[in-house]
């Protein structure tokens, strides 16, 4: 399985943004998406995820601004960010992985190569 992400670039505090991961290889065999986020001296932390059952999750600090959704016929899934801040800007990657994961420590087995996203205030 391959991802790669695109969509970042930098935007204005209060703006928006959506990422795209393309996912390729075994498609049929992944269960769970997500995108996980990595700021300068920061630890890689799970922003939002989704698994086959529908079921999302999205951490505190994104929960009403950011939506993951997916489109299996295009092979792909999402990120749109809305209403950014100075603090939401890090590098961005797309992750994948077959099993169900409900336990959002658990790190997905697929990524992508990471992209930017700079809010400036």
């Known amino acids: 399985v391959q991802l790669e992400e695109s969509g970042g670039g930098l935007v204005q505090a209060g703006g928006s943004l959506r990422l795209s991961c393309s996912v390729s290889?075994?498609?049929?065999?992944?269960?769970?998406m997500g995108w996980y986020r990595q700021s300068p001296g920061g630890e890689r932390e799970l922003i939002a995820s989704t698994i086959s059952t529908g079921s999302t999750y999205y951490a505190e600090s994104v929960k009403g601004r950011f939506t993951i959704s997916r489109d299996n016929a295009k092979n792909m899934f999402f990120l749109q960010m809305n209403n950014l801040k100075p603090e939401d800007t890090a590098v961005y990657y797309c992750a994948a992985d077959n099993r169900r994961i409900v336990v959002t420590t658990t790190l997905l087995d697929y990524w992508g190569q990471g992209t930017q996203v700079t809010v400036t205030s």
């Open positions: 290889g075994d498609v049929s065999s992944i269960n769970t």
